[in-house]
């Protein structure tokens, strides 16, 4: 399988390996140290020679920071892992809410007379440092770099580098020359007055280069950087026995070579640079100093405005990604309650899908939470953990796969017997919220902090909310979670044509139950309207993901008949495309989940 079950942290492991930093502070004179989830390419997945923060506390989200002081150990946490800390981490580390709680009014009440708190400048970006060095200004606390990683050196059995082999990304796929790719970027750096762009994240390379590769697990990256010049040439700083098999794809304009030798290279590169501030490290930036041009990774919004080839093969992925789903739950559905465990539903749902010749991982570890499992929002079952599907409890299973056409991700919410009225109730508000952003007409120029709320207000009119963006931006054969797009209030990046985001309100009541319906969805040129003089430029939604949602925990009386009216027209179309690729089972049971109410 993809997927293991293994239990990667236990609360105990982390007070004597706390002990072990602790004591390495002391023989460098700090009174505190910064242990973030990021490495030196600055983006969300990591590979297991990275997990400091895991390994030191526990917490194995993917978001968030420890700042370990020689009395007090704070792990910084958002909405999305509250619950999920307060399983994981032992009583020595106290969970601090994030950002509700800046770090820097942490540490000044923590270290009311100063001090000196060290980081490591590869594994923090220079925004970060620079808000957190304005932020300390009126105390007397001091930032300390340090060369050497106190973590690492006190992790004795830590990984190895990850150094698997590169390969192509066919132009079926991608749609548009590497080679096309970088004149077209090089050209945007020119008409900015900029000789060069400094690029650390692995899917900005990946997708420029026109390579995928397996350095992380669920992800198609490989861990590297790049400098991209204003006359189109591109400097490849990457492991060389990963790129023996695509060196004829990668061509002369690319030079190899070792990332050794990057923060050198960084450092003599003349003219202004483009730097993205929220993804370089800080040594990078200390590296440029005033040559440094905060004009964001260029790669970021070209890879994120899909073409026509990426869009065509996102859908195709997903329609075979609904017939394995529809498969699961037609095999669940004949399963009784008390029979299953959490675990027996991943495992189906991944051999499912492995019968797809163009699967080539899961596109994270599939989230099967069920009964109060369900309510931490980025769950991950273990063999400790795992939990019978009983009676009367609801089954969040959200899950996905990387396709060589596309990624997917879908959630479904299900019922284990009979759901109660609140359950109910609430999945309703969910639907709700779901489908109104998924109506959506909004003009050209919006970002999604200006029409998120769409998705929460069925929510809000009954007092109820959740602890996550309504929506990520989505990869073509790349990460599941892609920026700068996002549903969300912090994200003020303007929605383009093209862009894949997923449509996924919730709702979670700790130690009962969770909610949670996904939709991946294209931005598109809105259709006119026949009653429109002068109607505005207008975006709206394309929907990628077919597979029923499940009328049993919907209560139809609580629906408009606009809201009737889409869920309708929605299952009609997943019957239509979906119906004939899957087993004569599986016809049977989506007939009668797609029938009209």
Known sequence: MYQTFDVTARPEQGPPRLQALRDAMGAEQLDGYLVPRND??????????????????????????????????????????????????????????????????????????????????????????????????????????????????????????????????????????????????????????????????????????????????????????????????????????????????????????????????????????????????????????????????????????????????????????????????????????????????????????????????ISFETIAGTGENGAVMHYRVTDDSNTVLQDGDLLVLDSGGQYLDGTTDITRTLPVGTPSEEQRASFTRVLQGMIAMSRLRWPKGLAGRDIEAIGRMPLWLVGQDFNHGLGHGVGAFLSVHEGPQRLARASHVPLETGMILSNEPGYYREGAFGIRIENLMVVEPAPALASADRERDMLSWQTLTFAPIDRRLIVIEMLTREERDWLNSYHQEVAAKIRPNVSAEAQAWLDAATATI
């Open 40 to 361: 030196a390419h600055q983006g969300e997945y990591v590979a297991p020679r990275d997990e400091r923060l895991s390994w030191l506390t526990g917490f194995t989200g993917s978001a968030g920071f420890c700042a370990v002081l020689q009395d007090k150990a704070g792990v910084f946490i958002d909405g999305r892992y509250r619950t999920q800390v307060k399983r994981q981490v032992a009583q020595e580390y106290t969970p601090v809410p994030w950002p509700d709680v800046s770090l820097a009014d942490w540490l000044k009440e923590q270290l009311p007379n100063g001090g000196r708190v060290g980081f490591d400048p590869w594994l923090h970006a220079a925004a970060q440092i620079q808000v957190l060095l304005r932020d300390l200004a009126d105390s007397d606390i001091e930032l300390v770099q340090m060369v050497d990683n106190l973590v690492d050196r006190i992790w004795q059995d830590q990984p190895n580098a990850p150094m698997q082999p590169v390969s192509a990304h066919a132009i079926e796929y991608a749609g548009e020359s590497a080679t096309e790719k970088c004149a077209r970027l090089a050209k945007d750096l020119r008409d900015a007055g900029q000789t060069a762009a400094v690029i650390t994240l692995p899917d900005s390379i990946m997708w420029l280069m026109n390579i995928r590769g397996s350095d992380i697990a669920r992800n198609p990256i490989a861990q590297g950087f790049a400098i991209l010049h204003d006359d189109a040439r591109v400097d490849l700083f990457m492991a060389e026995e990963k790129l023996d098999g695509v060196s004829d794809h990668l061509g002369s304009s690319v030079q190899r070579k070792d990332p050794a030798d990057f923060q050198t290279a960084v450092a003599a590169l003349n003219g202004s640079v483009a730097v993205d501030k929220a993804t370089i490290p800080q040594v990078l930036a200390d590296a440029l100093g005033e040559r440094a041009v905060n004009s964001g990774d260029p790669c970021a919004l070209p890879k994120a405005r899909k073409n026509k080839a990426e869009i065509a093969g996102s859908a195709a992925a997903h329609l075979r990604d609904g017939a394995a789903v529809i498969e699961l739950l037609t095999w669940l559905d004949a399963q009784a309650p008390g029979s299953l465990t959490e675990i027996d539903v991943v495992k189906q749902l991944e051999g499912l899908r492995r019968r797809d010749p163009n699967l080539r991982d």
